[in-house]
């Protein structure tokens, strides 16, 4: 359990409000404070800059549902965010969110400030939105109020604060958003401009990836700016939406996703298991066909190889010596997938730690589209997905682009029958003659 005491000690030896900034921190006691004492400092008990900086750290815990230390009442009567705003009184009758974002300095460390916003009662309600350069595109800010953790008068050029001012209206306005408030006040960085129809517009990065302590988001359009291994540590959106998907960590979403028409090239890691290899290769039916073994798997790879090869395909086998050590698979399928468009990963078949790993490679190449074939799926249906940014898009389809010729001779019902085709009966999943179709 965090000492929080010993926390206010620091800055009662500093007696300096800005080291307050240590308990603007995440951490599973923040439930404890209902019970907790603020101190005073022992040298300096009526010190305005301290008063007003612990007054800011209660609404900033307010601004998340906590429930505020036993003594709050002593602060009510101070100003957050300056004599000139709202004291934490007024601040603490309506709810809030907040968010931080970066400012670059040209000439030494970034900083990092804390914006909040709450509801508007009546137009001409004191806030400190005309330090903000330009909010055009930010229409909800109209109904909102805007303060910021400094209370300088500087006015903050640019707009790479308005993601973070958007995704703090969205935790303001969203019911039952206790969640996302507390991830977006404790964990994350966020910088971004907003653009028509909440897209998400390139900022200057400069220098403000050299926070540290929370978790980048930047607009998608500035992953360039970012070499291959930085790029793995942060997060990108290019929509608001996707934005607060990433937040509420859930960037799986349902939408329609388009497979390419032909598929040039389709991966397929080859596991224990035929059947989700040969039925996905003949409804795909790719003008390239790579199937990925282990040492294990390769003489059944093989075997498929030469069965789609036998049908009009094209397959070959690769082998991954290493299939036990995710890292050397990871690279393998980074070194496989980066100089390619409009191919297709089927994630069913092979060991676990070889599917993390190409579905890892392909994420980060960003240009695939994945497909699973689930054991209790519909014939000729597929989970389907890519990638847009850090958002998955997902949806069930029904695929089959086998031509007639080929497709007759194939035994989907067997194909389609938990454990109904094995290594040793693989010449069972083709009829010798022409017979009924499975029904969808």
Known sequence: MQDWNESFREIERSNNPTSLDNLFIS??????????QIPYPEDAPDMQGWRNAVAEWLYWLH????????????FLQDHPFGTEMPSLQELLSKPGATAVFPLLNEKGKPTSVRIYLTQMDSQGERDMASQLSDNSNLEGLKTHRV???????????????????????????????????????QNWIITGSILPNNKIGRIEVGNK????????????????????????LYRFANSLSQAKSI????????????????????????GGSPAPILSCGFQLYAQNTILWAS??????????????????????????????????????FCEEFKHKEGFVLNATGGNRLMSWAALFAARQSGK??????????????????NFQGDQIINEIQRVLRCPDEVGKKINWNLLY?????????????????QTEDVKN
């Open 27 to 36: 951490g599973n006691s923040l439930e404890t404070l209902a019970e907790f």
């Open 63 to 74: 601004c998340q549902d906590f429930v505020l230390p036993a003594n709050k009442d002593d």
């Open 147 to 185: 303060f910021f953790h400094n209370e300088g008068s500087c006015r903050f050029e640019g707009n790479s604060w308005q993601l973070a001012a958007a995704l703090a209206m969205v935790a303001l306005d969203e019911a039952n958003g206790t969640h996302f408030k507390r991830e977006l006040a």
């Open 209 to 232: 990836h050299e926070l540290r302590g929370k978790t980048f988001l930047f607009p998608e359009a500035n992953r360039a700016d970012f070499s291959s291994e930085k790029v793995a």
């Open 247 to 270: 937040i509420r960590e859930d960037a799986i979403q349902g939408g329609k996703v388009t497979l390419p028409t032909p598929i040039q090239e389709l991966h397929m890691l080859v």
């Open 295 to 332: 040492s294990e798997t390769k003489d059944l790879a093989e075997k498929l190889a030469s069965i789609f090869n036998q049908h009009g395909l094209t397959a070959s086998v690769k082998t991954m010596e290493n299939s036990g050590e995710i890292d050397i698979l990871y690279k393998k």
């Open 368 to 385: 695939v589209s994945i497909v699973y074939r689930d054991i209790d799926a519909k014939p000729y249906h597929l989970q389907v997905m």
């Open 417 to 433: 029958t938990k454990g109904g085709v094995k290594e040793e009966n693989l010449n069972d999943a083709f009829y010798h003659s």
